[in-house]
């Protein structure tokens, strides 16, 4: 392969990189934690919301200090899925990059 050919094919293969990435970051993930929260986040792991079930109802400190647990829980869950998601994505290009794939 030449040199134009494969400088060509490379730009290629970062322009796709690229619009990958955006995709990811884009794409809004929904997590539940014991039925009462649900949190939205987007691939860029920018928190986008936090809604509390309308059956929630808290009776003690316990019950805020359950409901902060799991926010946290919601959350892990979110960002599990999309390190999943970003590594499924990103996939076909740590085979393009051999031994650099690890970058990912």
Excluded: H, P
Excluded at 40 to 65: H, P, T, Y
Aim: charged share 30%.
């Amino acid at each position: 392969m030449n040199q134009q050919a494969m400088l060509r094919q490379l730009k290629k293969m970062q322009e796709d990189m690229e619009r990958t990435q955006k995709e990811i970051e884009e794409t809004l993930f929904t997590s539940t934690a014991g039925g009462v929260i649900t949190v939205e986040m987007l691939g860029n792991k920018q928190l986008q919301s936090v809604r509390i079930s309308d059956d929630f109802e808290a009776k003690d400190q316990e019950d805020f200090e359950m409901l902060g647990e799991m926010v946290v829980a919601a959350c892990k869950q979110a960002y599990s899925e999309i390190e999943k998601f970003t590594k499924t994505k990103m996939a076909k290009f740590q085979s393009m990059l051999g031994g650099m794939g690890n970058l990912f």
